[in-house]
């Protein structure tokens, strides 16, 4: 996509499963990346640090813009995913799901959007999930913290785009990320059956590949997308969530 050469970009979780897809995507089309984790990213510009610390996610969409020289575009991909029935969640869970899935976005965006707007407009891509438009069972902090990440999409979406920027999320389903992995490997399950299993239940004969995630995400960050706006984009292989 030529018109993303040359383009700036702040990308979170960048060292996770989709996050790393998306970085990979980005360079293959010119952009510029500064990449945030809990551990040192492989982006142009590296800021580790915890979302969950207020001051850490104020300052960053501006020292990205110091370190590249513009912030073109800011994709909100970190997450956690909480399971268990809420009468087994504790404060902690409650808060810790809040602060990286639904507070450090927001105030990434809020600190992003006055930066972009002196600059004529940028693209945000936030990471909902299926599961944050329709609710699925035994998830309850998760998919509140991503219907809220939907939410917060359309909002910024209608109230922003009088200023040039595009606020959009992508909503994915089942991905073969360390997310899933690792939750299989806790209910004593082998990843790759299980894995394997589970791609009987999608229409298209798998669950996605953070590539797969990543297209899309790119594709939203991009004039390509240039009339998006405020929009929740579904990525599920037709697999409605069950
Ligand atoms: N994997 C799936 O099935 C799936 C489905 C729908 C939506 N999503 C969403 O996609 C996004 C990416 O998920 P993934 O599957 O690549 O997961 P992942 O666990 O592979 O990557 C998430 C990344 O976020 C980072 N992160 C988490 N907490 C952080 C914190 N406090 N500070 C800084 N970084 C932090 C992690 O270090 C990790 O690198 C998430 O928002 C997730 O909710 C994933």
Redesign the pocket.
Known sequence: MASLKGRRALV??????????IVARLKTEGVIVAG????PCATDFSF??????AE?CDALPGRAFEAMGGLDIVI??????TRGPVTAASDEDYQ?TM???VE?PFRLCRAAIPIMTAAGGGAIVN??????VHPGPNHPL?VM??AA?ASLTQCLGMDHAHQNIRVNA???????????R?GFTQRGLDPDTAVKQLNASVPLGR??E?ED?ADVVVFLASDQARYICGSLIEVNGGKQVQ
């Open positions: 979170t979780g960048a060292a996770g499963g989709i996050g790393q897809a945030t984790d809990r551990q580790d640090g915890d979302l969950m610390k850490f909100n991909n970190a997450g956690i995913i810790r602060a990286i899935n450090a990471t909902s999930s299926c599961w944050g998760y913290s991503k990440v992508v909503c994915p389903n089942e991905v073969n990320t360390p997310m899933i690792t669950i996605a953070p995630i």
